[in-house]
């Protein structure tokens, strides 16, 4: 199936490609009323780019594979996590969330830059102090962020009210480190205290949107794209990837630590051992 073909990370797409590839994944349905110059431009690359992604999907060329997607859409064996019937069963809606939670890994897996990730596991690992912002839905994440970090013997702290944010960023100094976690970029709130870390010359890192007014702002930008349409689901997807970057960031800053974190990893495992029945 085209769809799945798309995210399944079986086929070997350049990076333009695979831009094209999220495109069409995150809404089918507007791609075949679509001419290819407007898909082009909507994706940055040219035409010969996306006749090559259609050939690699073994369609003649973009004509055809419209019609192939067309059929896959309204085929009643596909399931999509952006579709429901009227009355979905429990099991439908178990397998659109679960076939959500894999596009979603894929995603991930196509799209991260180890170049992006050494460089925010540099900073981090070399930071007096670590703070994370999260807004809404991104909260959550800056929470497990700091249960997962602590570990490390930095001082690590995370806030999820804006006036906090405000305020911590303006005392925060050259020698600590700002994590944004925003999945948009372009939180008015987010962006407007990125400018004062800017400003002030604070080491940032954000787990957010390619090319965003965040991204921009920031000097090492992990970026993540989900391939849902429906924007109801964007705060699970979103939240799923950034807590996957975070579980990255943990390991390979631990990996820079190395055999320094044994005496303490183990002191922790027994303290914790303590607390159980």
């Given at each position: 199936?085209?769809?799945?073909?798309?995210?399944?990370?079986?086929?070997?797409?350049?990076?333009?490609?695979?831009?094209?590839?999220?495109?069409?994944?995150?809404?089918?349905?507007?791609?075949i009323k679509q001419s290819i110059s407007n898909l082009a431009?909507?994706?940055?690359?040219?035409?010969?780019?996306?006749?090559?992604?259609?050939?690699?999907?073994?369609?003649?060329?973009?004509?055809?594979?419209?019609?192939?997607?067309?059929?896959?859409?309204y085929s009643k064996e596909v399931l999509y996590a952006n579709?429901?019937?009227?009355?979905?069963?429990?099991?439908?809606?178990?397998?659109?969330?679960?076939?959500?939670?894999?596009?979603?890994?894929?995603?991930?897996?196509?799209?991260?830059?180890?170049?992006?990730?050494?460089?925010?596991?540099?900073?981090?690992?070399?930071?007096?102090?670590?703070?994370?912002?999260?807004?809404?839905?991104?909260?959550?994440?800056?929470?497990?962020?700091?249960?997962?970090?602590?570990?490390?013997?930095?001082?690590?702290?995370?806030?999820?009210?804006?006036?906090?944010?405000?305020?911590?960023?303006?005392?925060?100094?050259?020698?600590?480190?700002?994590?944004?976690?925003?999945?948009?970029?372009?939180?008015?709130?987010?962006?407007?205290?990125?400018?004062?870390?800017?400003?002030?010359?604070?080491?940032?890192i954000s787990l957010t949107s390619k090319n965003s007014p965040?991204?921009?702002?920031?000097?090492?930008?992990?970026?993540?794209?989900?391939?849902?349409?429906?924007?109801?689901?964007?705060?699970?997807?979103?939240?799923?990837?950034?807590?996957?970057?975070?579980?990255?960031?943990?390991?390979?800053?631990?990996?820079?630590?190395?055999?320094?974190?044994?005496?303490?990893?183990?002191?922790?495992?027994?303290?914790?051992?303590?607390?159980?029945?």
């Amino acid at each position: 199936m085209i769809l799945k073909a798309l995210v399944n990370g079986e086929i070997n797409f350049t990076k333009s490609e695979n831009r094209i590839a999220i495109h069409i994944s995150s809404n089918p349905g507007k791609i075949i009323k679509q001419s290819i110059s407007n898909l082009a431009i909507e994706c940055n690359v040219s035409q010969p780019t996306i006749i090559r992604l259609c050939r690699k999907l073994k369609c003649e060329g973009f004509p055809d594979f419209k019609l192939k997607l067309a059929q896959e859409i309204y085929s009643k064996e596909v399931l999509y996590a952006n579709t429901f019937s009227e009355s979905p069963s429990t099991s439908d809606i178990v397998k659109s969330v679960m076939h959500s939670i894999h596009d979603t890994v894929i995603s991930i897996t196509q799209n991260f830059e180890p170049q992006s990730i050494d460089q925010a596991s540099k900073l981090l690992a070399a930071a007096r102090s670590i703070t994370f912002f999260g807004l809404g839905g991104s909260g959550p994440v800056a929470i497990d962020a700091q249960h997962k970090f602590f570990r490390f013997g930095i001082p690590v702290i995370a806030h999820t009210d804006y006036i906090n944010q405000r305020m911590v960023v303006s005392m925060m100094s050259q020698e600590d480190v700002l994590v944004f976690i925003s999945f948009t970029g372009r939180t008015e709130e987010i962006v407007k205290t990125a400018k004062i870390a800017k400003k002030n010359n604070i080491k940032t890192i954000s787990l957010t949107s390619k090319n965003s007014p965040l991204a921009k702002l920031s000097d090492v930008v992990l970026h993540v794209e989900t391939i849902l349409e429906n924007n109801l689901h964007i705060p699970m997807t979103s939240r799923l990837a950034h807590l996957a970057i975070i579980d990255i960031l943990s390991a390979t800053v631990s990996s820079i630590f190395g055999n320094k974190l044994d005496v303490q990893t183990n002191e922790v495992i027994e303290n914790l051992n303590k607390t159980r029945i």
